[in-house]
């Protein structure tokens, strides 16, 4: 596609429940990054996949949270039995090669509300 | 830790004056330094970038500079506009694909 692509754009659940983001990645991209950013805050990393090497998740908050990329493209963000501190924008990242200098490029976000 | 510090946190400009962000980063390896901008509920957005090899960049009314040796990098907006509002996040990123962000700034252009 012509950009990063995520959905939900809004989520709104009760406590306890799961939920499933997705993220597709510009078309050709390799790396796909998640980030977090609760209210008016800054950009939190969350995990980081890299062609078929094994993700970075060393951002996740919890066990709560996984994430997972299937056959290099299409990623999707699970947090599982969800507490209300979770509520925040889930942002997806990608970018056409790893290292330094290579651009990445957000989605709109998937806005995360758990009541 | 790697971190980068940002500043101020809130900026108000009339129209028509220039503003100024700040950033300092921590780590020397770092070699790319982007500006993105995000306005109320979408995602950020590349503005503009620059790399350790250059001091200035500047695309229209929107530069950026680096000091390597001070370890800091500056977004300037000159004669800005109401469509500047937004929240401004600096990034350092050396060697890896890991990208450190600023804690973003709010600018408000006041017309």
């Known amino acids: 596609g012509a950009g990063v692509s995520q959905s939900p754009s809004n989520k709104v659940t009760e406590k306890g429940k799961d939920v499933e983001l997705r993220c597709d990645p510009i078309?050709?991209?390799?790396?796909l990054y998640w980030y977090r950013q609760s209210l008016g805050q800054g950009l939190e990393f969350l995990i980081y996949?890299?062609?078929?090497?094994?993700?970075?998740k060393s951002g996740l908050p919890s066990d709560r949270f996984s994430a997972e990329r299937t056959g290099g493209s299409v990623s999707t963000l699970t947090i599982q039995r969800t507490q209300q501190e979770d509520s925040a924008v889930y942002l997806c990242?990608?970018?056409?090669?790893?290292?330094?200098?290579?651009?990445?490029?957000f989605g709109e976000g998937s806005w995360l509300t758990v009541v | 830790g790697e971190n980068v510090e940002q500043h101020p946190s809130t900026l108000s400009v009339q129209e028509g004056d220039s503003a100024v962000i700040k950033c300092t980063y921590s780590d020397s390896a770092s070699n790319y330094f982007p500006w993105y901008k995000q306005e109320l509920g979408k995602g950020p957005q590349l503005i503009i970038d620059?790399?350790?090899?250059?001091g200035e960049k500047k695309d229209q009314r929107i530069a950026v500079t680096l000091n390597k040796t001070a370890k800091h990098f500056s977004l300037h907006i000159t004669e800005t506009q109401p469509e500047d509002s937004a929240v401004y996040f600096c990034?350092?990123?050396?060697?890896?694909?890991?990208?450190?962000f600023g804690t973003g700034t709010r600018l408000k252009v006041l017309a």
């Open positions: 990242a990608s970018s056409s090669t790893t290292g330094a200098g290579n651009t990445i490029y």
């Open positions: 078309s050709g991209h390799t790396a």
């Open positions: 620059i790399r350790s090899n250059v």
């Open positions: 996949f890299q062609g078929n090497s094994a993700p970075d």
């Open positions: 990034a350092a990123s050396g060697g890896t694909y890991k990208y450190i």
